[in-house]
Structure formats: structure tokens, C-alpha cells
Nanobody, 122 residues
Framework: VQLQASGGGLVQAGDSLRLSCAAS???????MGWFRQAPGKEREFVAA????????YYGDSVKGRFTISRDNAKRVAYLQMNSLKPEDTAAYYC?????????????????WGQGTLVTVSS
């Protein structure tokens, strides 16, 4: 499985941005997640979604502002980010599991995409 994240950029506080994660491979029947890492900080869980979109989880810092979704036909996962804050500035990584259920820790994911940088100015 190869993952390609895109959609990052420079925005102002309060703006919205949508990240995409395109997956290659024979199947897309696995859980997906988004993590982020700010400079000088550890990687942080952002959101996760199970294989059929029935279950989603969010990190406390993004609840109510971010929405994870997926389009299995297109093999793409999304992260809609609204009401962005300067503290959301980070490199965002998408990840995939070898399982259908969600996970909220890094070690639950096997495949990782390259980061896409999100910068939120105040």
C-alpha cells in the first residue's frame, strides 16, 4: 500500500482546508488515520476512521473542528479542517492499518504517507 497525502498550504486563522490521502493497492478495506507533528513536538493523533466509515475517532484538540471521511470507490481519505488555529500548524501524515477497525496510536498503523505541511497564520 502506498499513500499520497496532499492539500496542505498556508492559511489564516479561522480558514478551512481539506487534506486528501490517495491509496494504491488491491484493496481499500482497512482503517485510515491522520496524525500530525509540529516542529519540536512528538507526533500527535488527529483522527481515524474504520473501513466503512461507521466509526470515527478524533483527538481532543480537533474535536468539533475536523472531520475525517473516506471514499472507498476512489480510494481516498479526507481530513476536513475548519476553524483552523495557529496551533494546528504541523506536518500532517495519513496512515493505514492492516485491519478494518480504528486505532489511535502510531503503532497501530503499518503504512504511512509523506507529510503535507499545514501552516496557519494568526
Amino acid at each position: 500500500v502506498q499513500l499520497q497525502a496532499s492539500g496542505g498550504g498556508l492559511v489564516q486563522a479561522g480558514d478551512s482546508l481539506r487534506l486528501s490521502c490517495a491509496a494504491s493497492g488491491r484493496t481499500f478495506s482497512y482503517a485510515m488515520g491522520w496524525f500530525r507533528q509540529a516542529p519540536g513536538k512528538e507526533r500527535e493523533f488527529v483522527a481515524a476512521i474504520n473501513w466503512n466509515s461507521a466509526i470515527t475517532y478524533y483527538g481532543d484538540s480537533v474535536k468539533g473542528r475536523f472531520t475525517i471521511s473516506r471514499d472507498n470507490a476512489k480510494r481516498v481519505a479526507y481530513l476536513q479542517m475548519n476553524s483552523l488555529k495557529p496551533e494546528d500548524t504541523a506536518a500532517y501524515y495519513c496512515a493505514a492499518r492492516r485491519a478494518t477497525g480504528v486505532a489511535i496510536t502510531e503503532n497501530g498503523y503499518v503504512y504511512w504517507g509523506q507529510g503535507t505541511l499545514v501552516t496557519v497564520s494568526s
